[in-house]
């Protein structure tokens, strides 16, 4: 089965500091989803990439796919305390090509703090 | 937006008994599923289904059971709950296959068990 494994675990930044949070896959990724989750709460849709060298962006956000497909990274700018949460990288475990499960495999998360 | 709503937020049941999570959508799609998240592990899939009466296991389904009688609902069933099935539980729905199309989450249970 697939496996992510985010770095870091946990992240303490100033606000208005940038940094990286990085996903790493032990095989090729047909899919990659970003989420977000408060604490408690459910997980919140950033992004998806699916091409090798894929990379896009939302607001102060983005997340890039290596040539590879093995790894992704989510790129946060000008962090500020709404960005605090627990990011998380999912994959499919299946090609869109063919049918399949869709399920989701996730990383462990990666809990960011933004101190004001 | 698809919506998708679990109707409880906070739940405290007692070893033995049965539990049932709900979990609904407010439109027409078939693929819904069912994950545990608990610190250090992660979030793990339980159940999932593609339609109507169809099920699949997913990578932890001891102890649990799911209904599908209808698209739009989706349940998750504790047969008798035990103390390590204390958890976050999360359903999501896949509005459709494709690129840019994410995965939607509900807001989650968090079930105690006592």
């Known amino acids: 089965s697939q496996e992510l494994e985010q770095s870091p675990q946990s992240l303490i930044v100033q606000e208005g500091k940038n940094l990286t949070i990085n996903c790493t896959s032990s095989?090729?990724?047909?899919?990659l989803y970003w989420y977000k989750q408060k604490y408690g709460e459910g997980l919140i849709f950033l992004m998806m990439?699916?091409?090798?060298?894929e990379e896009k962006s939302h607001e102060k956000i983005t997340a890039k796919l290596d040539e590879k497909k093995q790894q992704s990274s989510l790129h946060i700018t000008a962090s500020q305390p709404s960005h605090a949460g627990i990011y998380l990288c999912g994959a499919d475990s299946v090609s869109y090509s063919g049918a399949g499960s869709y399920q989701l495999t996730f990383g462990k998360g990666t809990k960011l703090s933004v101190i004001p | 937006d698809v919506k998708v709503t679990q109707s409880s937020r906070y739940l405290v049941k007692r070893t033995g008994e049965k539990v049932f999570l709900e979990c609904v959508q407010d439109?027409?799609?078939?693929?819904m599923f069912w994950y545990r998240q608990d610190p250090g592990l992660g979030l793990r899939l339980i159940y999932f289904?593609?339609?109507?009466?169809?099920?699949e296991k997913g990578d932890i389904p001891e102890g649990y059971s799911v209904s599908r009688e209808k698209k739009e609902r989706f349940s998750l069933i504790l047969e008798s709950a035990s103390t390590n099935q204390t958890s976050m539980y999360l359903c999501a729905l896949l509005p459709r296959v494709g690129a840019n199309y994410g995965y939607t989450f509900g807001s989650g249970t968090r079930l105690t068990v006592v």
């Open positions: 289904s593609y339609d109507v009466k169809m099920k």
């Open positions: 439109m027409d799609h078939e693929n």
């Open positions: 990439l699916q091409k090798g060298g």
């Open positions: 095989k090729t990724l047909y899919g």
